[in-house]
């Protein structure tokens, strides 16, 4: 049996070290030595994830404990697992006096460095989606098998503990058995920046030219009538979008997937702004925004899985089903036409476009160079990391923004600058109020938050800083937009932010916090 010190002794390790190899070492050893029943709460927990998902207990909840640790360790990985199940199933009247009960239970149980491991898991504060690319390799590892399949095993599933459980315990064999499964979702493929449009054709080749619109990225999933549409994070959002339902049921097709971007347009035809499309996902009724799906990828249908086949013939399947519901764009002669549809999308109000490489399987998860996306202004989405508290008008509220770029390697998001500009009263409202919801721990000046939120951030450019962890600091940065499609496993990682700087060098060394 695994003990709960184990898991913390091994994610001590990876947190204090910023070496991928020596994270994937740390984590590999403990995978090897686990039975069945503990190979799925164990990698959730690794991972710094509750094993089965969120249970409803909020910060002042677990601020509000003083329990006395335990003088030696006892639990195990699977103790831990069952404790947290009966937290999710605590309902009704007097809800919260049990749970806070079941929770004094459980940390009297673990020693004073459990009980820092467990309050911050329950807190939110361990959840690091940057990881994931860690877990993976450390899977593959323990389970002496190619990182290759147990990536792609966790595309098709979407889910770190069921691919960690069948390379452990199935092998090449159990990975190899992972399907695209229609009704589940799967991670979806990124596009990575480009400096500029003629660079992205010339390193491309055959490709195609597609409008970025300013919308939120979906994937629809339809089994006969039954129809299930989620988000980016593969949250899903089925109930809230009746219209995407409808139009996906109208298809002349029996089963399907399809990648694309929804948003709420103007009686124009340009769209409305991005918060009001994202309003519509956490509605619980019908609003009077009508969302209007645009499809840019078709992954499977009627039967037949295309992930594996090149992106042209997944575009004629998708031309098949759904011609008046694909993004805009041109498989381009020439420069000029590629020139002519950027500059259509950005007079349409959209945020530049996507080049794409006709040959290109769809490899989702993650930043590769067959999807480059063009855009005139330079933006990143970054993790809110804390918020001062503001002075002279802004006194009461949390304004000024600390941010962190993702770590590749799996560490925590690395500070790369702060900004007050751009927030406007309505969003000074909203931090103060939602910021407390993400707290990890404060001081005067100071909320620290747990790596949750992403904001998508306009700047001039970056600078070499010795004045953050990252080594470059941010220009002239203003706050754009708040991305709730977007999760830190999805912002721009701290290379992209090196190589904005002047002469696209990005910096290899790392300056330790």
């Given at each position: 049996m695994v003990s709960l010190n184990a898991v913390v002794a091994a994610s001590a390790e990876v947190a204090a070290t910023r070496a991928r190899t020596a994270k994937v070492t740390a984590i590999a050893g403990l995978l090897t030595g686990l039975d069945a029943a503990e190979v799925r709460p164990a990698t959730a927990l690794l991972a710094g994830e509750l094993p089965g998902g969120r249970v409803g207990v909020?910060?002042?909840?677990?601020?509000?404990?003083?329990?006395?640790?335990?003088?030696?360790?006892?639990?195990?990985?699977?103790?831990?697992?069952?404790a947290v199940d009966g937290l999710r199933g605590i309902?009704?009247?007097?809800?919260?006096?049990?749970?806070?009960?079941?929770l004094h239970d459980l940390l009297g149980k673990a020693t004073a460095e459990e009980q820092r491991f467990l309050i911050r898991l329950l807190g939110g504060e361990l959840r690091q989606g940057a990881l994931e690319g860690v877990m993976l390799e450390a899977v593959a590892r323990a389970a002496d098998v190619p990182a290759a399949p147990v990536r792609r095993a966790f595309m098709?599933?979407?889910?770190?503990?069921?691919?960690?459980?069948?390379a452990l315990l199935g092998g090449s064999a159990a990975l190899a058995e992972v399907r695209l499964e229609v009704g589940r979702p799967l991670r979806p493929m990124l596009a990575s920046p480009a400096d500029a449009l003629d660079a992205a054709l010339a390193e491309l080749?055959?490709?195609?030219?597609?409008?970025?619109?300013?919308?939120?990225?979906i994937q629809v999933h339809r089994s006969g009538e039954q129809v299930h549409v989620y988000t980016r994070t593969l949250r899903e959002i089925t109930g809230q979008v009746p219209e995407i339902v409808a139009l996906t049921r109208s298809l002349t097709c029996d089963s399907a997937v399809l990648d694309g971007e929804t948003l709420a347009l103007a009686d124009s035809g340009r769209p409305r702004p991005f918060q009001e499309t994202m309003a519509r996902f956490g509605a619980q009724s019908p609003r009077d925004e009508v969302l209007r799906p645009y499809f840019f990828d078709c992954l499977h249908l009627d039967g037949t899985d295309l992930v594996d086949e090149p992106l042209h013939r997944r575009l004629d399947a998708l031309a098949r089903i759904a011609p008046e519901h694909r993004?805009?764009?041109?498989?381009?002669?020439?420069?000029?036409?590629a020139a002519a549809v950027l500059d259509d999308a950005l007079d349409a109000g959209h945020e530049g476009v996507v080049v794409k490489a006709l040959d290109s399987p769809y490899a989702a998860?993650?930043?590769?160079?067959?999807?480059?996306?063009i855009k005139p202004s330079h933006t990143?989405?970054?993790?809110?990391?804390?918020?001062?508290?503001?002075?002279?008008?802004?006194?009461?509220?949390?304004?000024?923004?600390?941010?962190?770029?993702?770590?590749?390697?799996?560490?925590?998001?690395?500070?790369?600058?702060?900004?007050?500009?751009g927030l406007t009263d309505e969003l000074l409202t909203w931090q103060t109020s939602e910021f407390p919801r993400h707290e990890t721990h404060r001081d005067d000046?100071?909320?620290?938050?747990?790596?949750?939120?992403?904001?998508?951030?306009?700047?001039?450019?970056?600078?070499v800083s010795t004045r953050y962890p990252g080594a470059v600091a941010l220009r002239f940065a203003r706050v754009l937009r708040y991305r709730p499609d977007k999760d830190a496993a999805t912002a721009d990682t701290i290379e992209a932010v090196r190589a904005m700087l002047p002469g696209g060098g990005a910096r290899d060394e790392k300056v330790e916090p």
């Open positions: 909020g910060w002042s909840t677990l601020s509000a404990l003083h329990v006395e640790p335990a003088t030696t360790p006892s639990l195990t990985v699977l103790d831990v697992d069952a309902a009704g009247t007097g809800s919260g006096r049990r749970r806070a009960e079941a098709l599933s979407g889910r770190l503990p069921a691919t960690a459980e069948a080749g055959a490709c195609v030219v597609e409008y970025k619109l300013d919308g939120a990225r993004v805009p764009g041109v498989r381009p002669h020439s420069d000029a036409d998860g993650r930043r590769g160079r067959t999807w480059r996306k990143l989405d970054l993790v809110v990391l804390a918020a001062e508290w503001g002075h002279g008008r802004r006194s009461g509220h949390l304004s000024n923004l600390h941010l962190g770029a993702r770590d590749p390697d799996g560490g925590p998001p690395i500070m790369v600058g702060k900004t007050f500009k000046w100071t909320v620290h938050l747990a790596p949750e939120l992403v904001v998508e951030i306009e700047l001039d450019g970056v600078q």
